[in-house]
């Protein structure tokens, strides 16, 4: 039974040394709760109260813990306590641990494991970083051809307890090859003498040990699976991928993808347990290299400095232009960078988008001119007695504005797709590199338009 438990009054529990009570409601909650709780215990005192865990509870806690809080129970418990939670884990949660620990530690986990339990997890360990087969696991049904319903059923009960699911079950041949797929809800509609190569689906959607992680969770979800095949490349059955591991594919790449779209080197590590100095290693490389790329921002002022010494009201603009400019590029960009993540749009859709995108530049361009032109004149003008500000002039930074609008969105489009099509990220493209390119290109049309319209020199 889970029962709803006060955080605060856990911990009033530990600090006052109340253990007995606190076992008893800490073996009534869920196991991701316990966890939750963990985290917020200085490690010493986190440590203390996992040990205090029932061995059933123990491996499934474990498995939710953050990698600091694992090293420390790792290197608190004896090696028969390690041995039982390595062995209780599924393989991949075993696996995401030892990509994180320390070499030491890993050592130690590895020694304390059997030697099947190690040849599976070196198994693991081999495949690319970030690949289908980094995240799969190895805890699956694997059902033979030539079983009947009633062979299945029984296979199930005998060898489903330490699965991951047996929900969705795989048909598979003498030598591992992949068959069909059959559901438990499949084999509960048909008579137990059926044999399950009448009701299997043979057309399975699965992937390669090799693929992207993050296209076997994007598979995951157009398909709607619970949990996704994983072959090899003779096509044996290897391992799944269940729902719970897509899911948490997904979190971290929508994480990676909002850290470079903010000019920051992606961190596995949750902000809090960041250290100051791993923070300022993830965010300089970029803030050096956009500080850089301003610069020719500032040459561009500095070319035109006699057109802002014969006009200087023009200089009160700039920000409106720049600002306007590369919020623009920054919709177009996101808008494309979510696209080709859902795969919703490819490269070769690359002048579609841009037509698209100049067709609403020129509906947003016109209507903040109209409304930045009456603006300029009757409040800046009119209402300030602006008299520098003519209608010349009022008609340069309306036209500037127009212009950027629509070279900025026609760059945020096409950048992140020519990104992609060259290997790379195409969230490193987003707001940062995109609002200074902006800016620039905004100055360099503000400038000619006003020395055209204006007779500056």
Known sequence: MNIEINMDELKELVENKEYKKLKFLLERMNEADV???????????????????????A??????????????VINAITDKELHRIVEDLFVDDVVDMLEELPASVVRRVLENATPETRKTINQFLNYPENSAGSIMTAEYIALKQGMTVKDSFD?????????????VLYVTDQQRHLEGVVTVKDLLMH?????????????????????DQEDAANAMKKYDLLSLAVVDKENRLVGIITVDDAVDVMQEEATEDIEKMAAILPSEKPYLKTSVFDTWKARIPWLMLLMISATFTGLIIDRFESAL???????????????????SGSQASVTVIRGLSLKEIEFSDVLQ?????????????????????????????????RTDITLAVDAVVCLTLLLTIVCAKCIGCSLPMLAEKAGF???????????TLVDAVSLLIYFRFASAFLHLV
């Open 353 to 385: 988008v841009i037509w698209k995108e100049i067709r609403v530049a020129v509906c947003c361009g016109a209507t903040l001119a109209v409304i930045n032109f009456a603006k300029i004149w009757l409040i800046d003008r009119t209402l300030f007695g």
């Open 309 to 327: 010494a014969a006009c200087a009201v023009l200089t009160g603009f700039i920000p409106m232009l720049m600002d306007t400019g590369g919020n």
């Open 59 to 72: 491996s499934d806690v474990f498995a939710f813990l953050s990698v600091d809080i694992q090293k420390e």
């Open 191 to 211: 008579d137990y003498e059926v044999p399950i190569e009448d009701i299997m689906d043979v057309d399975v959607i699965c992937c390669r040990t090799t693929d």
């Open 425 to 435: 990220d195409p969230a490193v493209m987003a707001s940062p590199f995109i609002t």
């Open 35 to 57: 966890a939750d709780f963990l985290e917020d215990l200085p490690l010493k005192e986190a440590v203390l109260v996992f040990r205090m865990l029932p061995k059933a509870e």
């Open 155 to 167: 296979y199930i009960r005998a060898h489903g307890q330490d699965k991951e699911t047996i929900y």
